[in-house]
């Protein structure tokens, strides 16, 4: 029989590894539930549902990614944790911004700060400005990371540091800050290979293949989508963002028919993975690229598309 010990042992492990291999966390945090569940403890079940939830945000699907968060939040109630439950709504509220439904997103994210201690405050400062940013809200998003970083660096929470640093790199990217932008990327890049986070790797060089490609620089953007693509498939992580530079990089280098390919495959991943806030991008990209290459009832069907989603 489980005991609460093993059971919440499991949980946090399984919540732990999800940072760096998800594909592997999935299997762990399932058995930590069932074993949660054989003895009725709602604190190890609500870590169990956060690390499937996230696990099935970064490999599978975001639909269940926001169904095992509500419950992970539901068990955190019932373990009467306000703490464990504001967790949850944290990590619910970035999903839910990924699925189309900000303002449900600003929504959770705000209820769970009330609630946190000093280093969850912390991170959902920075969850709350990566939510910012991708709403195209730049100024808060850059508020709260400057709020969250020296918190996160004194306590040494190197996945919440590297977080900060790859999407502050983003944020100056898009504001053309591209010194700034390489400086965050870099030190990011280094906390990664440090502590051993190869999904959050993949990430920052997908970023950087993103400031890359606007300097123009193409080798250096082969080698950071090379290097992006090679991590992502190494934890079993899904494409469709990858995808989506990968287009644009061939787009900006007029390889019109290839970049459409990698368009249609990325909005193809995105529709799988119920990723909506980037799939109506997708589809904008796809109609840029297929009117190039000369498909305009294509790029008609997907611009009409994208229009309505949006």
Do not use: K
């Amino acid at each position: 029989m489980s005991s609460p010990v093993v059971a919440g042992q499991r949980a946090t492990e399984a919540l732990q590894l999800v940072q760096a291999d998800p594909r592997s966390a999935v299997p762990l945090a399932e058995a930590a539930l069932r074993a949660a569940d054989a003895i009725g403890d709602h604190a190890a079940a609500s870590v169990a549902e956060r690390a499937l939830g996230l696990g099935s945000l970064h490999v599978e699907d975001l639909a269940m990614a926001v169904t095992h968060l509500r419950r992970a939040v539901r068990e955190g109630r019932a373990a009467r944790s306000p703490q464990l439950a504001a967790e949850a709504r944290m990590s619910l509220a970035y999903a839910l911004n990924l699925s189309g439904a900000p303002r449900r997103a600003v929504r959770e994210i705000d209820a769970a700060l009330a609630d946190l201690d000093p280093a969850g405050h912390a991170r959902a400062l920075a969850q709350r400005g990566a939510i910012h940013q991708q709403q195209g809200r730049l100024d808060d998003a850059l508020h709260d990371y400057r709020s969250a970083l020296p918190a996160l660096r004194r306590t040494d929470d190197a996945v919440w540091v590297q977080r900060v640093l790859s999407n502050r790199g983003v944020l100056h990217a898009f504001r053309h800050d591209y010194a700034h932008a390489t400086r965050d990327l870099a030190e990011a890049r280094e906390v990664c290979d440090a502590h051993g986070l190869t999904l959050q790797a993949a990430f920052v060089e997908e970023n950087l293949l993103l400031v890359t490609r606007r300097l123009g620089d193409i080798p250096a953007s082969l080698e950071h989508l090379r290097r992006a693509e090679s991590l992502y498939r190494s934890v079993g992580a899904p494409l469709g963002s990858v995808l989506v530079e990968r287009a644009e990089l061939l787009l900006s280098v007029r390889l019109l028919a290839e970049a459409r390919e990698a368009a249609e495959a990325a909005v193809a991943e995105l529709e799988r993975s119920h990723r909506r806030l980037g799939l109506s991008e997708a589809r904008v990209l796809l109609a840029r690229a297929a009117l190039m290459d000369g498909e305009p009832e294509l790029a008609v069907e997907q611009a009409g598309l994208a229009a309505r989603e949006l």
